[in-house]
C-alpha cells in the first residue's frame, strides 16, 4: 500500500469520527472516552451555565468536552497506534535481514552419500530448477523428493604393468604403459512423491574411445516416511544393476580401489544389465529381486560376439537378502547379505559346410606333389543349446566412526558354477562336464581425518576348482587360483577430487618354468587416479 493511500484511509476514518461525535449525545460521549492503555486527556467546556441551585443538584451532568477536542484526542491515540505499528515493522525487518537464508536439507542418508556424517545438501544450478547435491548419487538413485539433480565425475589414470610389450596379437595392443580416461560420467536424476528418474552416460578410452548408456532407469517408489532412504517398496526398470552381492552394487564413484575384483569382473563384466528389479527395506531389513536378460553391459569398450544381445530366451533370475543397521547408529554400522543368482549360458552351434579340398605342402617346394592334396568333407550344422548356472554369495561389513576417521572392514564369498563370463568361459555342452568357480575377497579402508585414506585388499579367484592336466603320463591337479594382494594409499577433498595410488601384488600359477612346472607370472600393476565430482 503506497503513502497516497494511506493518507486517504486515515482521513476517511478521521471524518468518520468527527460525525460520530457530533450526532451522539455528549453523555454518550463522556462514557465511550477511551480507556486502554494510550492515556488521552479529554480537556472539559468550559463553564458557561449558570450555578445550578441545590434543587437542581441530583439532575446535574459532569461538563462534556466540545466535539473538536474529542477529534483531537482520537488524533492524539491514532498517531501513537501507527508510531507504534511502524516500529514493531521496522524491527521485523531488521531480524529477517540479520538471518541468512539456509538451503533445503534432509536429516536422512542415501545409499549414494560419502561416509560423512553430513546430511545431503541440495542447491538450484544458477535459476534452473535443476540442482546439484554433495550427496553425489553413483549406483542408485536420488531418493529424496527435489526433483531433478544433476551430477557427474571423471577419472583419469596412469597405469604400468609386467606384462606391457611394444607388440600386437590379433590387432590388439599389448602396451599397458599408459594415460587411460578410465570413466567421465554424466547424470541426471530425477525425484517426486512417487517416481524417480536415473540416465547416465559414459566415456572412456580403455580400448579406444568409446561413449554408452550406463544407467537407464524408471522407479515407482512407495516411500518410507521414517527413512526415506529406504523406500517400502521400489520397482526399477531398464539399464540398473543386478541384485547380486555387495561389490556389484557398491558404485565405481565412492569405491576406493580402482577396480572390483578379479572374480567380480569374470562373473559380471560390467555393473549394469538390462532388466527389472524390486527392491525395498523394513527396519533394518534389505531385500531385492531382479530377473535380467544375464548379459552385463561391460563399460571397457565394444564387446565381442553378440554385442550384449542375449541368444537365449532364458532370463537370469538373482536376489539378496540383508540387513543394514546404518539408519539406526551413527558411531557403527554392520551391513550383511546372502544373495543367489540362476540363469542358463548358451552354447552357440556350427554352420554347416561344403565339401572341399585343400593342399598341404608337406615339402615347402611351393609345387603339388603326391599326397598334398587332401579331400575335406561337409559338415552338417549343428544347433545351439544352452546349459544351467548358478550362484551364490555372502557379504558382510562392518563401518566405525571414530575421531580419527571411518574404518570399514569388509569380507565376500561367492560359489558358482559355469557363471565365468570373463576369464575362462566354461562350456560344459562342448567339454561335457561343469565348471566349478570359487571366490573370496577380505579387506578394510581407514580413513586419515577426513583428508586421507589407506586401505588393504586381498582377493582369491579360481576359474576351475576341479582342473587337472597331464604332466610326464600322469595327471597332477592344475591350481588356477590368482590372488591379489592391493595396498592403497590416497587423499581426498571430500565431495570434490580424490588422489589415489593402488599396487596390485598378482600372484598365480599362469607361467611354466624351465621345467615345464606352472610358477608365478610376472603381471604386478599399478595405477595412479586422479577422480574429480560434481
Given at each position: 500500500?503506497?503513502?497516497?493511500?494511506t493518507?486517504?484511509?486515515r482521513?476517511a476514518l478521521?471524518?468518520?469520527?468527527?460525525?460520530?461525535?457530533a450526532a451522539?449525545?455528549?453523555?454518550?460521549?463522556?462514557r465511550a472516552?477511551?480507556?486502554?492503555?494510550?492515556?488521552?486527556?479529554v480537556?472539559a467546556?468550559?463553564?458557561t451555565?449558570?450555578?445550578?441551585t441545590?434543587?437542581?443538584?441530583?439532575?446535574?451532568?459532569?461538563?462534556?468536552?466540545?466535539?473538536?477536542?474529542?477529534v483531537?484526542a482520537?488524533?492524539?491515540?491514532?498517531?501513537?497506534?501507527?508510531?507504534?505499528?511502524?516500529?514493531a515493522?521496522?524491527?521485523?525487518?531488521?531480524?529477517?535481514?540479520?538471518?541468512?537464508?539456509?538451503?533445503?536439507?534432509?536429516?536422512?542418508t542415501?545409499?549414494a552419500q560419502?561416509?560423512?556424517?553430513?546430511?545431503?545438501?541440495?542447491?538450484?544450478?544458477?535459476?534452473?530448477?535443476?540442482?546439484?547435491?554433495t550427496?553425489?548419487?553413483d549406483?542408485?538413485?536420488?531418493l529424496?523428493?527435489?526433483g531433478?539433480?544433476?551430477?557427474g565425475?571423471?577419472?583419469?589414470?596412469?597405469?604400468?604393468?609386467q606384462?606391457?610389450?611394444?607388440?600386437?596379437v590379433?590387432?590388439?595392443?599389448?602396451?599397458?604403459?599408459?594415460?587411460?580416461?578410465?570413466?567421465?560420467?554424466?547424470?541426471?536424476?530425477?525425484?517426486?512423491?512417487?517416481?524417480?528418474?536415473?540416465f547416465?552416460?559414459?566415456a572412456?578410452?580403455v580400448r579406444?574411445?568409446?561413449?554408452?548408456?550406463?544407467?537407464?532407469?524408471?522407479?515407482?517408489?512407495?516411500?518410507n516416511?521414517g527413512?526415506?532412504?529406504?523406500?517400502?517398496?521400489a520397482?526399477?526398470?531398464?539399464?540398473?544393476?543386478?541384485?547380486?552381492?555387495?561389490?556389484?552394487?557398491?558404485?565405481?564413484?565412492?569405491?576406493?580401489?580402482m577396480?572390483?575384483?578379479t572374480?567380480?569382473?569374470?562373473?559380471?563384466?560390467?555393473?549394469?544389465?538390462?532388466?527389472?528389479?524390486a527392491w525395498?527395506?523394513v527396519?533394518a531389513?534389505?531385500?531385492?529381486?531382479?530377473?535380467?536378460?544375464g548379459?552385463?553391459?561391460?563399460?571397457?569398450?565394444?564387446?565381442?560376439?553378440l554385442r550384449?544381445?542375449?541368444?537365449?530366451?532364458?532370463?537370469?533370475?538373482?536376489?539378496?537378502?540383508g540387513v543394514?543397521?546404518s539408519a539406526?547408529?551413527?558411531?557403527?554400522?554392520?551391513?550383511?547379505?546372502?544373495?543367489?543368482?540362476?540363469?542358463s549360458?548358451?552354447h552357440?552351434?556350427d554352420?554347416g559346410?561344403?565339401?572341399?579340398v585343400?593342399?598341404?605342402?608337406?615339402?615347402?617346394?611351393?609345387?603339388?606333389?603326391?599326397?598334398?592334396?587332401?579331400?575335406?568333407?561337409?559338415?552338417?550344422p549343428?544347433?545351439?543349446f544352452?546349459f544351467?548356472?548358478?550362484?551364490?554369495?555372502?557379504?558382510?561389513?562392518?563401518?566405525?566412526?571414530?575421531?580419527?576417521?571411518?574404518?570399514?572392514v569388509?569380507?565376500?564369498a561367492?560359489?558358482?558354477?559355469?557363471?565365468d563370463?570373463?576369464?575362462?568361459?566354461p562350456?560344459?555342452?562342448?567339454?561335457?562336464?561343469d565348471?566349478?568357480?570359487?571366490?573370496?575377497?577380505?579387506?578394510?579402508t581407514?580413513?586419515?581425518?577426513?583428508?586421507?585414506?589407506?586401505?588393504?585388499r586381498?582377493d582369491?579367484?579360481?576359474?576351475?576348482s576341479?582342473?587337472?592336466?597331464?604332466?610326464?603320463?600322469a595327471?597332477?591337479?592344475?591350481n588356477?587360483?590368482v590372488?591379489?594382494?592391493?595396498?592403497?594409499?590416497?587423499?581426498?577433498?571430500?565431495?570434490?577430487?580424490?588422489?589415489?595410488?593402488?599396487?596390485?601384488?598378482v600372484?598365480?600359477?599362469?607361467?611354466?618354468?624351465?621345467?615345464?612346472?606352472?610358477?608365478?607370472?610376472?603381471?604386478?600393476?599399478?595405477?595412479v587416479?586422479?577422480?574429480?565430482?560434481?
Amino acid at each position: 500500500m503506497n503513502r497516497r493511500d494511506t493518507e486517504t484511509q486515515r482521513a476517511a476514518l478521521l471524518l468518520a469520527l468527527s460525525l460520530s461525535a457530533a450526532a451522539v449525545p455528549a453523555s454518550a460521549q463522556q462514557r465511550a472516552a477511551p480507556t486502554d492503555d494510550v492515556d488521552v486527556e479529554v480537556p472539559a467546556r468550559a463553564a458557561t451555565q449558570p450555578t445550578p441551585t441545590p434543587a437542581q443538584a441530583p439532575s446535574q451532568e459532569p461538563p462534556r468536552a466540545s466535539n473538536d477536542e474529542l477529534v483531537r484526542a482520537l488524533q492524539q491515540r491514532l498517531d501513537r497506534l501507527e508510531a507504534r505499528l511502524a516500529e514493531a515493522e521496522r524491527r521485523s525487518a531488521t531480524t529477517a535481514q540479520a538471518t541468512p537464508p539456509t538451503p533445503p536439507t534432509t536429516t536422512t542418508t542415501t545409499p549414494a552419500q560419502s561416509t560423512r556424517d553430513e546430511a545431503p545438501r541440495y542447491a538450484a544450478i544458477g535459476a534452473s530448477v535443476v540442482q546439484t547435491t554433495t550427496a553425489r548419487p553413483d549406483a542408485y538413485s536420488v531418493l529424496d523428493p527435489v526433483g531433478l539433480v544433476l551430477s557427474g565425475f571423471v577419472q583419469a589414470q596412469y597405469e604400468t604393468s609386467q606384462l606391457s610389450q611394444d607388440q600386437l596379437v590379433q590387432g590388439m595392443a599389448l602396451n599397458r604403459d599408459r594415460f587411460v580416461l578410465r570413466r567421465s560420467r554424466l547424470r541426471v536424476d530425477g525425484s517426486w512423491r512417487w517416481f524417480a528418474m536415473a540416465f547416465e552416460l559414459d566415456a572412456n578410452t580403455v580400448r579406444g574411445p568409446v561413449v554408452g548408456v550406463r544407467r537407464a532407469e524408471a522407479t515407482f517408489l512407495w516411500r518410507n516416511s521414517g527413512n526415506r532412504a529406504v523406500p517400502w517398496l521400489a520397482v526399477t526398470a531398464g539399464v540398473t544393476e543386478p541384485a547380486f552381492g555387495a561389490e556389484l552394487g557398491e558404485g565405481v564413484r565412492r569405491r576406493w580401489f580402482m577396480e572390483r575384483t578379479t572374480g567380480s569382473l569374470a562373473f559380471f563384466g560390467g555393473e549394469a544389465d538390462i532388466g527389472v528389479r524390486a527392491w525395498g527395506g523394513v527396519g533394518a531389513l534389505r531385500y531385492a529381486l531382479g530377473v535380467f536378460n544375464g548379459v552385463p553391459l561391460d563399460d571397457r569398450g565394444v564387446q565381442s560376439g553378440l554385442r550384449g544381445i542375449d541368444p537365449s530366451r532364458h532370463l537370469d533370475l538373482s536376489g539378496r537378502f540383508g540387513v543394514d543397521t546404518s539408519a539406526a547408529s551413527r558411531s557403527w554400522s554392520v551391513t550383511a547379505g546372502v544373495s543367489f543368482l540362476a540363469g542358463s549360458g548358451f552354447h552357440p552351434g556350427d554352420d554347416g559346410t561344403k565339401p572341399s579340398v585343400e593342399w598341404r605342402d608337406n615339402n615347402q617346394n611351393s609345387m603339388i606333389d603326391a599326397g598334398e592334396l587332401v579331400a575335406i568333407a561337409g559338415r552338417a550344422p549343428t544347433p545351439s543349446f544352452t546349459f544351467g548356472r548358478w550362484a551364490v554369495n555372502a557379504d558382510v561389513a562392518l563401518r566405525v566412526r571414530t575421531r580419527a576417521g571411518t574404518t570399514r572392514v569388509f569380507a565376500e564369498a561367492t560359489m558358482a558354477t559355469n557363471l565365468d563370463r570373463g576369464v575362462l568361459a566354461p562350456d560344459p555342452i562342448a567339454t561335457g562336464y561343469d565348471v566349478r568357480q570359487l571366490h573370496g575377497v577380505a579387506g578394510f579402508t581407514q580413513e586419515i581425518t577426513q583428508y586421507g585414506i589407506v586401505g588393504f585388499r586381498w582377493d582369491i579367484y579360481n576359474a576351475n576348482s576341479d582342473l587337472f592336466e597331464e604332466r610326464r603320463g600322469a595327471l597332477e591337479p592344475k591350481n588356477q587360483s590368482v590372488h591379489t594382494l592391493s595396498p592403497l594409499v590416497g587423499l581426498t577433498w571430500p565431495g570434490y577430487a580424490r588422489l589415489v595410488f593402488q599396487y596390485d601384488i598378482v600372484l598365480d600359477a599362469l607361467a611354466r618354468d624351465a621345467r615345464g612346472i606352472p610358477t608365478d607370472l610376472a603381471n604386478n600393476q599399478a595405477t595412479v587416479r586422479v577422480q574429480g565430482d560434481f
